[in-house]
């Protein structure tokens, strides 16, 4: 069975967008997650650790969808999200959707940011660069 571990999602009244944690039987990985007219999913090809500490950034830079681990590119951008609808609650962080609260992340998070804009590579690995001592 697999078993999602939300890191941070937001929602409106009929969508909504998740990082996740997934563990599928026994290859954990993240996952981006946005639904609008349909879903598009967005998992990573790396296997991951337990008690390890990763950076991840999810990025929709208005065309493709990235996922990023530790700085580095981590899938290969996925097909074209026409929108990113807008929240209508608070973001949830540790769980899926303020008002479900279920599926609830497993670990601890460090630090969220959301930016207004799709941030490049470069920004991402410096944004890793910048706050991995914290973490390591």
Do not use: M
């Amino acid at each position: 069975t697999t078993a999602n571990q939300h890191i941070v999602s937001w929602t409106n009244a009929s969508n909504y967008n998740r990082l996740s944690y997934v563990d599928a039987t026994t290859k954990g990985q993240f996952r981006l997650d946005f639904e609008d007219a349909s879903e598009v999913s967005l998992n990573g090809n790396t296997s991951l650790s337990l008690l390890t500490w990763y950076h991840l950034a999810g990025v929709y830079d208005g065309a493709n969808v990235r996922l990023y681990l530790n700085g580095v590119a981590d899938a290969t951008p996925s097909a074209k999200v026409s929108t990113i609808r807008a929240a209508t609650s608070a973001p949830a962080i540790g769980c899926f959707a303020p008002a479900v609260l279920l599926q609830f992340f497993k670990g601890t998070v460090g630090e969220v940011r959301v930016y207004n804009r799709g941030l490049s590579a470069s920004e991402v690995q410096r944004n890793y660069l910048a706050t991995k001592w914290r973490f390591s």
